[in-house]
Nanobody
Framework: QVQLVESGGGLVQAGGSLRLSCAAS????????MGWYRQSPGKQRELVAH???????NYADSVKGRFTISMDNRKNTVFLQMNSLNPEDTAVYSC????????????????WGQGTQVTVSS
């Protein structure tokens, strides 16, 4: 129904930056919010950042001041600008979208991307 495709992951040295993108497609839908989770071995899955279609944002304490989430409503795309990266940021980053199809506007659902690997070397 709604597909999410992430891009922008890769290998970066500590102190560097990466910009992740996640584009939603697959039908006529409306997005209420989008965001990013991350998961690494031995760690809990963590909500990194969240943004509503109205522009309100929330961040994990571990990334505040370093990461910025934004959304292009026209393109149904969410971005995560990651600065001052450190090895602890190494994880698989997955985006999500809270949305509804115009044919069933009473039924919200969450769609997930496949994830993109971010590796920060020290």
């Amino acid at each position: 129904q709604v597909q999410l495709v992430e891009s922008g992951g890769g290998l970066v040295q500590a102190g560097g930056s990466l910009r992740l993108s996640c584009a939603a497609s697959g039908g006529t839908f409306s997005i209420r919010a989008m965001g990013w989770y991350r998961q690494s071995p031995g760690k809990q899955r963590e909500l990194v950042a969240h943004i509503s279609s109205g522009g309100s944002t929330n961040y994990a304490d571990s990334v505040k001041g370093r990461f910025t989430i934004s959304m292009d409503n026209r393109k149904n795309t969410v971005f995560l600008q990651m600065n001052s990266l450190n090895p602890e940021d190494t994880a698989v980053y997955s985006c999500y979208a809270d949305a509804y199809l115009v044919t069933t506007p009473w039924s919200d659902f969450r769609s997930w991307g496949q994830g993109t690997q971010v590796t920060v070397s020290s």
